[in-house]
Structures are given as structure tokens and as C-alpha cells.
């Protein structure tokens, strides 16, 4: 499929948004078809459109891809995102595991009753503060460049500055005793690509409220 990339998901943020990320930080241009009604859903189920009956789903390059992680590394990969060598993308995979991990906590957070969320924003916090964030902080000190791995934006860097943005999201003062990841943030969010999807009216998507969850349980037939 010539043309820009077309995404397929809910009108949300959920497991796309890390590929809206990365395809905005690579000044990638991209079309969406949001998922709302079942009817869409089986469509795509019946074109043989998603492999394993799942979204996310990229056309692009003439293949229709699914699952999240493949689709980021081949995103990355042909976008010069991935490092220069094999030894850079596996630095590079280490830093995305942990990140991804992250937001996974966050990403759920909508699903919990308000006692469950509570519980969970603590976690978040802890996680983030003790586990997460001092080892970006120390590997920012080690590497002494802008950047996790290298020198030039990856991957890597743009997942940790959404995981960033979305543990501010939830607990604001979480970098005030990382004064590295801090300028880190202020320094990636100044990249004109980043800069440009951090503007209102870009696609990046607000965190999910209930309109989301009402609207995925109807595409995928859930009680």
C-alpha cells in the first residue's frame, strides 16, 4: 500500500499510542481509521486483515502488521531509530522493556475502581521513582550524551519521554529528584517533530476516559 501509514484502533490511547509516538517523532505523516462500531471489527477479521484477531493494526508498506512490538521495530528499524549496530539496538530493546513496563501500569489504570486506582497510583509512583526512572537517570550520567544509546534520537527516547509525560500525568512531581531525566524531558520535548504531536490538535490521544471503555466493549462484544 502506497501512501502513508493507516492505523487501525479505537479513538484512543491503549497499545496504538506508542506507535502514534514514534511515527510522529519520525515526522512520519499517518491516516487513522478508528475502530467504534463490531460491524468494523469483523470486517477486518473477515478482509483475514488482523493475523492473530487483534488491534493494533498498521498498513504500511504494503503489509498489514500487528502486533505492537513488531510494528515498532520495523518502524523504528527503517526510520533510523534502531541504533547503528547490534550491540546499540539491544541497549535500545533493554531501555524500551523497561519503559514499556511502565506504561503497561499506567495503561490499565482506567480499568481499576476508584480504591483499586488509588492502589495503583502508589505503585505507579514507587515503581517509577524507585525502580525505573533512577536507571534512565544513571545511564543519561554514564552515557554523557542527550541521549540513552548513541549519539541521535532512538527508540528508545521516545518511549521514555512518553513514559515520562504519562507518570507526570498521574503524580507531577515524580521527576523532582532526577534532575537529569528532567532536562532530558525538557530537551526531547523541544525536538520539532515532538514538539509538533505535543501541540493541541495533533493525534496524539488524552488519557482514556469512559466513552473509550464503552466504545472498545462494543467493538469487541464484551459484557
Keep these: ?3 502513508k501509514p493507516k492505523l487501525y484502533y479505537f479513538n484512543g490511547r491503549g497499545r496504538m499510542e506508542s506507535i502514534r509516538w514514534l511515527l510522529a517523532a519520525a515526522g512520519i ?4 481509521e478508528f475502530l467504534e462500531t463490531r460491524e468494523q471489527y ?5 478482509d483475514g486483515a488482523l493475523l492473530f484477531q487483534q488491534v493494533p493494526m498498521v ?6 502488521m500487528v502486533q505492537t512490538r513488531a510494528i515498532l521495530g520495523y518502524i523504528a528499524a ?4 534502531y541504533g547503528k549496530d547490534l550491540k546499540e539496538r539491544a541497549l535500545i530493546d533493554m531501555y524500551v522493556e523497561g ?6 501500569l499506567i495503561r490499565v489504570h482506567h480499568k481499576f475502581s476508584p480504591e483499586e486506582q ?5 505503585l505507579i509512583n514507587e515503581r517509577a521513582t524507585a525502580r525505573y526512572f533512577p536507571v534512565y537517570e544513571k545511564v543519561l550520567k554514564d552515557h554523557g550524551t542527550e541521549f540513552l544509546v548513541g549519539n541521535q534520537l532512538t527508540w528508545a527516547d521516545v518511549q521514555l519521554i512518553e513514559a515520562i509525560l504519562m507518570v507526570e500525568e498521574k503524580v507531577s512531581t515524580v521527576l523532582s ?9 525538557t530537551r526531547i520535548c523541544n525536538i520539532p517533530t515532538i514538539k509538533k504531536f505535543l501541540q493541541p490538535g495533533s493525534q496524539r490521544k488524552p488519557p482514556p476516559d469512559e466513552s473509550y471503555v464503552v466504545t472498545a466493549n462494543r467493538v469487541f462484544n464484551r459484557k
Excluded: Y
Design 42 to 46: 469483523e470486517k477486518l477479521l473477515q
Design 118 to 122: 488509588e492502589k495503583n497510583l502508589a
Design 29 to 32: 505523516e499517518f491516516v487513522e
Design 59 to 64: 498498513e504500511i508498506d504494503g503489509m498489514k
Design 99 to 104: 519503559t514499556r513496563d511502565l506504561i503497561d
Design 177 to 185: 529528584k532526577f534532575p537529569l531525566l528532567q532536562d532530558f524531558k
Design 1 to 3: 500500500m502506497a501512501g
Design 78 to 81: 527503517k526510520h533510523n531509530l
